[in-house]
C-alpha cells in the first residue's frame, strides 16, 4: 500500500522538475501566497513588541492558542467598560483615548491576531517557510537581478514619514 500524499496546494514533485528554472518564480509566488492566506495581510512587525499586557506578559513570548484567545478577550472587555465608564463620567474619548502600554486597542487585537494565525498554524508556516528558503537560493541570476530591481524601485518610490 503506497503512501498518501498531503495535498499542498502548489505543486508535486513531477510537476517541479517538469517547471525547472524557469518555473521558479511561479512557484515563490505560489509559495508567498499560501503564507499571506495564514498570516493575512498584515504586517508581521508587530506594533507592540517590548509592550508587556497586564497578566499576560509580552505577546510573543505567548506559545498558546488558548492563552492569545484570553489575551484578546481582556483587550475587547478593556476597551468596552473603559469606553463604557468615560461615557458615564462624561469624558472625551478623542482626549483620553484607551491605551495599554501606549498602544491602542486596535493595535493589541490587531497583533494579537496575528500571533494567533501564526502560532495556529506553525507547522505549516515552517514548512512554507522552508520551501520558499529553497525556491529562493535556486533563482536563476536573471530572477534575482529582477526580484532585487524591483526591490530598488519600491524602496525608491516608498513615501518617507518625516519625524
Given at each position: 500500500m503506497g503512501k498518501k500524499?498531503?495535498?499542498?496546494?502548489?505543486a508535486?514533485?513531477?510537476?517541479?522538475?517538469?517547471?525547472?528554472?524557469?518555473?521558479?518564480?511561479?512557484?515563490?509566488?505560489?509559495v508567498n501566497a499560501k503564507i499571506n492566506a495564514i498570516v493575512g495581510?498584515?504586517?508581521?512587525k508587530s506594533t507592540t513588541?517590548?509592550?508587556?499586557?497586564?497578566?499576560f506578559g509580552e505577546l510573543k513570548d505567548i506559545t498558546k492558542v488558548g492563552d492569545l484567545i484570553?489575551?484578546?478577550?481582556?483587550?475587547?472587555?478593556?476597551?468596552?467598560?473603559?469606553?463604557?465608564?468615560?461615557?458615564?463620567?462624561?469624558?472625551?474619548?478623542?482626549?483620553?483615548p484607551f491605551k495599554i502600554e501606549g498602544c491602542s486597542a486596535k493595535q493589541w487585537l490587531t497583533?494579537?491576531?496575528?500571533q494567533t494565525k501564526i502560532l495556529a498554524n506553525k507547522a505549516e508556516l515552517d514548512k512554507l517557510k522552508k520551501v520558499k528558503e529553497k525556491l529562493e537560493s535556486n533563482l536563476s541570476e536573471q530572477d534575482k537581478w529582477k526580484r532585487d530591481m524591483a526591490s530598488i524601485s519600491t524602496i525608491l518610490t516608498?513615501?518617507?514619514?518625516?519625524?
Open positions: 500524499v498531503k495535498e499542498t496546494g502548489i508535486t514533485v513531477n510537476a517541479l522538475l517538469d517547471l525547472g528554472q524557469d518555473g521558479i518564480p511561479q512557484l515563490l509566488e505560489q495581510d498584515q504586517v508581521i513588541d517590548g509592550k508587556s499586557f497586564p497578566d484570553k489575551m484578546h478577550s481582556a483587550v475587547s472587555g478593556r476597551v468596552k467598560g473603559y469606553n463604557q465608564s468615560a461615557k458615564e463620567i462624561g469624558m472625551s474619548l478623542t482626549k483620553f497583533d494579537i491576531t496575528v516608498a513615501e518617507t514619514e518625516l519625524e
